[in-house]
T-cell receptor, first 113, second 112 residues
Framework: DAGITQSPRHKVTETGTPVTLRCHQT?????MYWYRQDPGHGLRLIHY???????DKGEVSDGYSVSRSKTEDFLLTLESATSSQTSVYFC????????????FGPGTRLTVL | QKEVEQNSGPLSVPEGAIASLNCTYS??????FFWYRQYSGKSPELIMS????GDKEDGRFTAQLNKASQYVSLLIRDSQPSDSATYLC????????????FGSGTRLQVQP
């Protein structure tokens, strides 16, 4: 596996609480992505980063924010979790934007009660 | 219409047969195409990338791209039960986006 870890791997939380998911890479890749995966929807992009402090929104960014203060770490925050954010969250990295071969972390299963 | 479409399956093939997985995409100027394999409960794993029209072979896998028809396929020769997984098609659409658009995946079942 590419050197990507995600933490926590599983989390159960309650509606209205803030949640932060962490993605850590040891590949020194410039690009990092957060996806969510839900049955029938496939992988949908939440936010991505193209460098330290450089981020942009994806197709399902409402209710999520991100930060990247170091090359190796990309944080996803749910400011006030809702049940619709129950999902499996994957982080991915890529070295260049031209080829855009992305490699995925192991995922975080989040349940919002 | 979804931007990247795949038949959800399941596609069932006998062991040793050729499995053919198909994907269509809506953006005519898309440039990069990828196939990922995802086992149940695991993360997607990149197995093939293709950037130009024609065929690209890697072991038992062949990716085929036809940009005129906006169609990309994955052939798996000599299918094995260990190939049973969901296969995701991903496209980098050249609309200024820097990320990939994924299909919902096709579930493949290889029967022993």
């Amino acid at each position: 596996d590419a050197g990507i870890t995600q933490s926590p791997r599983h989390k159960v939380t309650e509606t209205g609480t803030p949640v932060t998911l962490r993605c850590h890479q040891t590949e020194n890749h410039r690009y990092m992505y957060w996806y969510r995966q839900d049955p029938g929807h496939g992988l949908r992009l939440i936010h991505y980063s193209y460098g330290v402090k450089d981020t942009d929104k994806g197709e399902v960014s409402d209710g999520y924010s991100v930060s990247r203060s170091k090359t190796e770490d990309f944080l996803l925050t749910l400011e006030s979790a809702t049940s619709s954010q129950t999902s499996v969250y994957f982080c991915a990295i890529s070295e260049t934007i031209d080829s855009n071969e992305q490699f995925f972390g192991p995922g975080t299963r989040l349940t919002v009660l | 219409q979804k931007e990247v479409e795949q038949n959800s399956g399941p596609l069932s093939v006998p062991e040793g047969a050729i499995a053919s997985l198909n994907c269509t995409y809506s953006d005519r100027v898309s440039q990069s195409f990828f196939w990922y394999r995802q086992y149940s409960g695991k993360s997607p794993e990149l197995i093939m990338s293709i950037y130009s029209n024609g065929d690209k072979e890697d072991g038992r896998f062949t990716a085929q791209l036809n940009k005129a028809s906006q169609y990309v396929s994955l052939l798996i020769r000599d299918s094995q039960p260990s190939d049973s997984a969901t296969y995701l098609c991903a496209v980098r659409m050249d609309t200024g986006r820097r990320a990939l658009t994924f299909g919902s995946g096709t579930r493949l079942q290889v029967q022993p």
